[in-house]
């Protein structure tokens, strides 16, 4: 089961930096970084380590079946960036 960023994500690319699994978008390196609202895990490469959760500095990264029901769109929105991106 993947992990999902949902609000209030800020754009911080705290977990960027410590996923061994690189599948957090968009990086500080992506011309699209500077202006994105939120960050997003690709749930097809997430390997569920949880490091991401414990670097976010707002507390926005949720495990899937912990994700609060008020952000349950979440899942799909976060699925839904990388069927768009590739």
């Known amino acids: 089961m993947a ?7 800020v754009a911080d690319y ?5 996923c061994p ?9 992506d011309p699209s970084f500077d202006t994105a609202e939120q960050l997003f895990i690709d749930p097809s490469r997430c390997i569920d380590c949880e490091a991401c959760v414990s670097a976010c500095p707002v507390g926005a990264i949720y495990s899937e079946s912990r994700l609060p029901e008020k952000w349950s769109e ?9 069927a ?3």
């Open 84 to 86: 768009t991106v590739r």
């Open 14 to 18: 705290s977990c960027v930096e410590v």
């Open 74 to 82: 979440y899942v799909t929105i976060n699925a839904d960036h990388f």
């Open 21 to 29: 699994a690189d599948c957090i978008e968009p990086r500080p390196d």
């Open 3 to 9: 992990y999902v960023i949902a609000p209030p994500c």
